[in-house]
């Protein structure tokens, strides 16, 4: 495209170094210059601080209109001292007065320079002059604030609506260089007609007097992820100025950032979401009214917040999981009785959801969509260090992954308002957010934080307070929004031991478990011979989708690890460390039958030994060569010598007994008239047993034939 009324630049070549030159010719020596060079692949805008000037013209190359104040270590307007150049974006350079430089910084797209005479060292007034330019049609808005970045002549735009039909990127290309050409601050504000009135604080915007309109429209930039610093800015100014709490402010900023879509976060919206806490503490300072201290949860931001729509999302958004379909992001909470395994089986689902589980050596994992980091708040950290390290002996764990990506901390126990600061904090820290690519996409993932135990970490009066609890969970809410928290906690003790999961509930106020997002049960149930079976129950506890299995089962193995004593010297500790594994309600059911089953057989083998032993022990294995008749006892005094014994009861001797004939250990006995007159009239005549000589091996047989560990007698020789 040609523009008649522009001098095209001759060609002479203008290197970035020589361009910054120009720009900051009046800067003094001690303030601090801002570049940012970044490829595609590794996108970044840490920038840097001073340095040269860069140069990869196969790069995205940007600068700050503005110099830092001397040891600036962070591009924000805090540490403004001055600005050197006003640009507009994305405008007609025809369309305004001769620029001092044109740069294209895709076909068809100009960035146009002013460069100033004077640096204007007045961070009000040039914001002023800049909010005016975003509000002019034709120039892009985004990013009009006093240190906003721009860019340099040489590199590229690497952003995707620039490639070509080539597959190639946009390069930037300076059209006009007229370095002479300079302005002063006065001749750019009557050029675009500022109004010149002195600033106060009274005449302000930013203070109360921002009209509702404008409150609604920061707050949807904000929610799409536009011109996000500004907005950001005049938001919780606002808001702090009518009176809102500081903490209430960030939450809200917090939510509306959340719903931005999932391909709008890049670094820009990570770092501008890791800035609110301190964007809403530099509003506090200087537009918080003078009155009493206002309490969190009232005021103007509760206000804001009840009249503001929810907004529907451009998209349907899927629910986040931290293990899909499992575990919901969100506040959950983990129940079970103590020594019920919770701290092992929660360093596991840590280890899963960090990405370090080994599939080939410890099994199978939980689907997870995005790995996270997680933070470990225990109340015995050197447990689950341990418990990571049994795993890691096993080989199930990678070693390098669980140690860069699983934060173990000691809790303490504070209130809820602390709690909340704590989670802006660790929510505002970018160190904790762990970038996942999935089909060219990306998505920054907030860490996975667990408080093992909830007695542990929060400070109540009384934790069957409903008011307190509910007041914590709040905090928590608030404070992490998209950070997902689990409480672990115990049941009631009046259920311990308790395996009905509709019957259970976590330990103190109800509104625990009311105010959280899902709730998981813990429950060990017996299955027989001194084992048990541990489970992590989903259906039948409280979420909110549906689930992808009834449970999670929890196989556990114990492993030594070598470890050293006071005097240094190595010892042997061993550590329990678990699996888990998801089963649907069929195959519960099937492998409860199962076990049902085991333990019916198991218990009637225990009755036919006890048969066997009383007929042993009322002679049957007299004569067991002749005749039956000659090793016949009655049935009902077996069954008396076995209950006198206490071996089993009467009703489970019977169905021994039943077994044992069916089995063909034992004949049942047709009594006649000489085995009559033999035996004599005794209670239960017709009803005689005698070992069966067919199922007897003969004297001196190398394997002699069992019933359980009951041994039967030798078949005495013909």
């Known amino acids: 495209m040609s523009h008649p009324k522009l001098n095209v630049y001759d060609g002479n070549a203008v290197t970035n170094a020589i361009f910054l030159q120009e720009v900051y010719r009046n800067a003094r020596p001690d303030e601090v210059r801002w570049t940012l060079s970044h490829r595609l692949a590794t996108p970044s805008w840490a920038g840097q601080f001073g340095g040269k000037p860069p140069e990869n013209a196969e790069a995205d190359n ?50 146009a320079g002013y460069l100033l005479t004077v640096p204007m060292r007045d961070a009000a007034r040039y914001a002023r002059l800049m909010k005016v330019l975003g509000k002019r049609a034709g120039n892009d808005n985004s990013g009009n604030n006093v240190v906003r970045v721009v860019r340099l002549p040489v590199g590229l735009n690497t952003k995707r609506e620039h490639i070509n039909a080539d597959g190639e990127h946009a390069r930037c290309r300076l059209v006009v260089w007229r370095p002479g050409e300079r302005y002063t601050f006065e001749d750019l504000e009557k050029m675009f007609k500022v109004d010149t009135a002195p600033l106060t604080a009274g005449d302000d915007e930013y203070a109360t007097g921002m009209p509702e309109a404008e409150f609604e429209r920061l707050c949807e930039n904000i929610r799409t992820g536009v011109d996000l610093h500004d907005s ?7 808001m702090v100025a009518r009176g809102s709490h500081p903490a209430d402010v960030k939450a809200l900023l917090r939510e509306l950032m959340h719903a931005t879509s999932v391909e709008r976060r890049d670094d820009r919206w990570l770092q501008r979401y890791v800035d609110i806490a301190r964007s809403v503490d530099s509003a506090a300072e200087k537009f918080a009214p003078e009155v009493e201290e206002v309490k969190a949860g009232v005021g103007g ?54 990405g370090a589980w080994v599939v080939e050596t410890g099994g199978p994992a939980l689907e997870v969509k995005v790995h996270r980091h997680v933070v470990y708040y225990a109340e015995d950290p050197r447990q689950v260090v341990m418990l990571l390290e049994g795993m890691i002996e096993l080989g199930w764990v990678d070693a390098a992954v669980a140690r860069e990506r699983i934060h173990v901390r000691a809790t303490r126990r504070v209130a809820p308002a602390v709690l909340r600061q704590l989670g802006e904090v660790v929510a505002a820290d970018p160190a904790l957010r762990l970038t996942n690519h999935r089909e060219g996409r990306r998505y920054d993932a907030a860490p996975w934080v667990v408080f093992d135990t909830t007695n542990a970490t929060i ?61 998981l049960f813990l429950t060990v149930e017996d299955i ?27 196989d556990t193995e114990i492993v030594d690890l070598v470890c050293y004593d006071e005097f240094d010297l190595p010892c042997v500790e061993r550590v329990r460390v678990c699996r888990v594994t998801p089963v649907t309600r069929e195959e519960r059911v099937e492998a ?29 294995t007299q004569g067991v060569a002749k005749t039956a008749e000659h090793c016949a006892v009655n049935a009902t ?51 005689y047993l005698s070992f069966n000589p067919a199922a007897l091996a003969p004297a001196g047989s190398p394997e002699m034939p069992r019933v359980g560990r009951f041994v039967l007698p030798e078949r005495d020789p013909e």
């Not at 950001?232 to 606002?238: K, P, Q, T, W």
């Not at 899927?318 to 919770?342: D, M, N, R």
């Open 637 to 687: 005094q077996v069954a008396a010598v076995v209950a006198e014994a206490r071996e089993a009861k009467r009703d489970d001797c019977r169905d021994a007994i039943r077994a044992l004939v069916d089995r063909g250990v034992l004949l049942k006995l047709k009594v006649t008239p000489e085995m009559r007159e033999r035996l004599g009239q005794m209670q239960g005549l017709n009803n």
């Open 459 to 519: 400070e109540m009066e009384s934790e069957n307070a409903n008011s307190e609890m509910g007041a914590a969970v709040s905090a928590l809410r608030e404070g992490f929004l998209d950070v997902p928290v689990t409480l672990i906690t115990h049941v009631s003790k009046a259920l311990k031991n308790e395996t009905n999961v509709s019957a259970l509930t976590a330990r103190g106020a109800g509104a625990l478990e009311a105010d959280a997002q899902q709730v």
């Open 232 to 238: 950001i800015n005049r938001v919780a100014a606002r």
């Open 62 to 111: 940007y600068f700050c209109v503005a110099t830092l104040a001397a040891g600036a270590d962070r591009r924000e307007a805090d540490h403004f001292a001055a600005a050197h150049v006003v640009v507009l974006d994305d405008v007609d350079p025809n369309q305004h007065a001769a620029p001092s430089y044109v740069i294209e910084t895709s076909p068809g797209n100009y960035q």
């Open 592 to 620: 409860r039958e199962e076990r049902e089953e085991i333990q019916r057989e198991a218990e009637g083998l225990v009755a036919q030994e006890a048969v066997l032993r009383a007929m042993v022990a009322l002679g049957a």
């Open 301 to 354: 931001s509760a206000v804001d917040r009840l009249v503001m729509d929810f907004g529907w999302p451009e998209r349907r958004r899927a629910q986040e999981f931290v293990f899909s379909h499992v575990l919901a992001a969100g506040i959950t909470i983990l129940a079970s009785y103590p020594a019920g395994g919770k701290t092992s089986t929660m360093t596991t689902l840590a280890v899963q959801a960090a």
């Open 528 to 554: 027989g011979d001194g084992e048990d079976a541990r489970f992590i129950n989903i259906e039948g506890a409280k979420h909110r989708f549906i689930a992808a299995a009834n449970a999670l089962t929890i």
